[in-house]
């Protein structure tokens, strides 16, 4: 599996947040890119409730939402081909989800 350029915007946004968040206590600059990603959803949303009323509302949180699962799901499942056996069975763990 050889994820495209698309795929892989939300999992590095989701790296330079967890990474940030990490870093912010010794250097509180770091979280200037979790609050540029926020005001950029913010601006989403902003256009959301024009356009959609009151349920625009929620297009921010269903954004952030999306971004970081999808971000996750393709992580564990780029980690899950990386260990699978060098006969190419998949361990019980994995098959299980675990």
């Known amino acids: ?57 929620w297009s921010g949180v269903a954004l952030v939402v999306m971004h970081m699962a999808w971000a996750l799901g393709l992580l564990r499942r780029m980690i899950g081909f990386g260990l699978r056996s060098a006969s190419g069975r998949v361990s019980r763990m994995q098959r299980d989800g675990g």
């Open 1 to 57: 599996m050889r994820p495209r350029l698309r795929q892989m915007v939300p999992v590095l946004n989701l790296i330079l947040c967890a990474m940030a968040l990490a870093i912010a206590p010794v250097w509180p600059v770091a979280l200037l890119w979790p609050v540029v990603y926020l005001a950029a959803v913010l601006a989403v949303t902003v256009v959301a409730c024009l356009r959609l009323g009151g349920i625009g509302v």
